[in-house]
């Protein structure tokens, strides 16, 4: 079975910086997804790191409203210029009519879906990026989702079952504290730990499907052929052990992670 290699190097301050023994040197093409939720403290590394950003409707407002409050020494209307969206893309009910006005005036490309009440915003802006970006590669492809946890617990599934929906694309759904990514039982996974800005608590978690065999190596409560399911076992507030987790389960899994304060 194919072994897929994981590594949280969009939290750190360069994508150069060399990982664990063993960590591949291939660096992923980032894109952003901003949501409508607060905006993560580390939101500037993000936007350095993505090839292409979007805001899915109201994730426009956080932008504008909070990355100058990131920035407390810095002009707001400076900050607000340096971190323009490429694209605005949702159902467009909740972004402010100036909020529109403004990136629409510095050349943000704006996409009014509001026809379509089928899918989320997150939905649609996955959709923008696999469909609508022939300048990004998407075969070394990695979307970021910043704010995609937190507030309304209905939003937080929807995000997660996007995870799902695009089960063949790389996603991460991050908030201030922690990540969340998919873990598909089509692979064997290794989880290269950046240990200097995230861990030790993790967990994971059968979302979707009980497993009935899952073995991790690499956690201080390790799994050896262990099933989970709700109502039974399931791994949460496990830590960290080694500098390199591995995976396998026959059923699709979340992979979650605390992120440190430190950055």
């Given at each position: 079975m194919e072994v897929m290699i994981h590594a949280s190097r969009f939290?750190?301050?360069?994508?150069?910086?060399?990982?664990?023994?063993g960590e591949p040197s291939a660096v992923p093409n980032y894109a952003l997804v901003v949501l409508n939720q607060q905006l993560p403290r580390f939101s500037p590394l993000l936007w350095k790191h993505a090839r292409v950003r979007l805001c899915a409707d109201g994730g426009a407002n956080r932008v504008y409203d909070e990355m100058p409050k990131l920035f407390p020494d810095q002009d707001p209307l400076d900050v607000r210029y340096r971190y323009k969206p490429d694209v605005i893309k949702g159902d467009m009910d909740s972004i402010r009519s100036e909020v529109q006005d403004f990136y629409s005036n510095l050349g943000t490309?704006?996409?009014?879906?509001?026809?379509?009440?089928?899918t989320t915003d997150l939905h649609?802006?996955?959709?923008?990026?696999?469909?609508?970006?022939?300048?990004?590669?998407?075969?070394?492809?990695?979307?970021?989702?910043?704010?995609a946890l937190g507030g309304r617990f209905d939003h937080e599934i929807g995000n997660?079952?996007?995870?799902?929906?695009?089960?063949?694309?790389?996603i991460i759904l991050l908030s201030d504290d922690c990540l969340i990514y998919l873990?598909?039982?089509?692979?064997?996974?290794?989880?290269?730990?950046?240990?200097?800005v995230e861990g030790p608590h993790c967990g994971l978690i059968p979302v979707g499907a009980p497993s009935t065999s899952t073995t991790t190596n690499g956690l201080k409560?390790?799994?050896?052929?262990?099933?989970?399911?709700?109502?039974?076992?399931?791994?949460?507030?496990?830590?960290?052990?080694?500098?390199?987790?591995?995976?396998?389960?026959d059923a699709d899994l979340l992979w979650t992670i605390s992120i440190k304060k430190l950055i």
């Open positions: 939290l750190l301050p360069s994508l150069a910086v060399s990982g664990a023994a490309k704006v996409v009014d879906e509001s026809h379509d009440q089928e649609k802006c996955i959709n923008f990026i696999l469909d609508c970006t022939p300048d990004l590669d998407k075969s070394n492809l990695c979307i970021l989702v910043a704010g997660i079952n996007v995870l799902y929906r695009f089960s063949g694309t790389r873990l598909p039982k089509t692979h064997r996974h290794e989880i290269y730990i950046q240990s200097n409560w390790d799994l050896n052929n262990m099933g989970m399911n709700f109502g039974g076992l399931i791994s949460t507030s496990n830590v960290v052990h080694d500098e390199k987790v591995s995976v396998h389960s």
